[in-house]
C-alpha cells in the first residue's frame, strides 16, 4: 500500500439522496440513507456512501457513520476502487470534524492505490 498527497473539491449531492428508514429517538432522530458525492480535482469520479445518521436536537449534535466506496482515478491512475467500511463524521454546533479507520476517503490522503 502507498499513499498519495491529493487536492480537489468535492459537492454532496443531497438531493438524490435516498432515504431508506428515519425514525424518532426521544433526542432526536435516526436515518439511514444512501448518498453521492462528486470529486473534481486529484481525484474524479464518485464516492458513494451509505450513513447513519443521529440527530441530538436536545445537545444540537449531528453524528454520520457508515460505509463509503469511491470509484475512479487517483492523479491520473488507472481507475480505482477503495471501500472505507469505517467512516464517522461528527457536528457540534457548527464545529465539524470526520475520522476514519484509515486515512480512507478523508483528509487528502487517499491509500490503497496502485
Do not use: W
Not at 457508515?66 to 477503495?82: L, N, Y
Amino acid at each position: 500500500m502507498r499513499s498519495v498527497q491529493v487536492a480537489g473539491s468535492g459537492t454532496d449531492l443531497l438531493n438524490g439522496a435516498i432515504i431508506h428508514s428515519k425514525r424518532e429517538t426521544p433526542t432526536g432522530t435516526i436515518q439511514k440513507s444512501k448518498a453521492t458525492v462528486e470529486l473534481k480535482g486529484d481525484l474524479i469520479e464518485r464516492v458513494l456512501y451509505h450513513v447513519t445518521s443521529t440527530f441530538n436536537s436536545a445537545s444540537n449534535i449531528l453524528v454520520n457513520t457508515g460505509d463509503q466506496v469511491f470509484s475512479g482515478t487517483i492523479a491520473g491512475s488507472e481507475p480505482v476502487m477503495i471501500q472505507d467500511g469505517r467512516f464517522s463524521f461528527h457536528s457540534l454546533a457548527g464545529r465539524q470534524r470526520s475520522q476514519s479507520d484509515r486515512s480512507g476517503l478523508h483528509g487528502g490522503v487517499y491509500a490503497g492505490c496502485g
